[in-house]
Every structure is written in structure tokens, then in C-alpha cells.
Nanobody, 127 residues
Framework: QVQLVESGGGLVQAGGSLKLSCAASGRRFSPYIMGWFRQAPGKERQFVAAISRAGGYKSYADSVKGRFTISRDNAKNTVSLQMNSLKPEDTAVYYC????????????????????WGQGTQVTVSS
């Protein structure tokens, strides 16, 4: 089992920045592909970013490309999401997720690829 705990959410004005963190515990972290997703009220959970096991490959949703950066520290069992130039449409609950067995080539945007999920952290961007 893997436990994921997100932190770093909050209220920020448009144009501001936030850094989300996800701490993993329970099993070895470094073999896992990690992803960030978000879900706004009344909408489906959508892909934000993903990072490969060693951090050499990253993938981003078009809506956040150039503004968000995903990173990981396998020694500390953490994955982070630096969010800059935030927009009101970025408002959502943000979740981190872990895929322990998949290949990077799989569809990283598919929620079913990820076996473990955190409880989420709220990000609210005011206009």
C-alpha cells in the first residue's frame, strides 16, 4: 500500500504562484510514475502533469504547459507541482496519484492508470 498526502493548496490572486507537494509513504517511492490531476466542481477529474520514475520524462496538459512544473525528489519520497501565473480557471481540488507498475508510454492522462490517490488539496484562484 502507498499513502499519498498533498499539501500547499490555498487561496491566491490571479497571476500568483503556489507550490503543491505530495508526500508518499508505505512503500518504495522511486519505482512509481507520479501524476497530478485536478477536479473542479461539477467537472470530471482532469490530467495536469506526470513525471517518470527517475524524473527524466514529464508530460503536461496543454492548459498548464509553460506555467506549471512537476518535479520529484526520490530521496525524500515527494513530488511537487510549482504553479505560476495562476488563472481563475485553475481553481480545483488537486490530487496526486501513483502508478506503481505501468510504463511511461501508457496514456498518462488516463486516471485508470493510477492505483493510488491522495485526498486532495484545494486551490482557489481569485480574479
Amino acid at each position: 500500500q502507498v499513502q499519498l498526502v498533498e499539501s500547499g493548496g490555498g487561496l491566491v490572486q490571479a497571476g500568483g504562484s503556489l507550490k503543491l507537494s505530495c508526500a508518499a509513504s508505505g512503500r518504495r517511492f522511486s519505482p512509481y510514475i507520479m501524476g497530478w490531476f485536478r477536479q473542479a466542481p461539477g467537472k470530471e477529474r482532469q490530467f495536469v502533469a506526470a513525471i517518470s520514475r527517475a524524473g527524466g520524462y514529464k508530460s503536461y496538459a496543454d492548459s498548464v504547459k509553460g506555467r506549471f512544473t512537476i518535479s520529484r525528489d526520490n530521496a525524500k519520497n515527494t513530488v511537487s507541482l510549482q504553479m505560476n501565473s495562476l488563472k481563475p480557471e485553475d481553481t480545483a481540488v488537486y490530487y496526486c496519484a501513483a502508478d506503481p507498475a505501468g510504463l511511461w508510454e501508457y496514456n498518462r492522462r488516463d486516471t485508470s492508470q493510477y492505483d493510488y490517490w491522495g485526498q486532495g488539496t484545494q486551490v482557489t484562484v481569485s480574479s
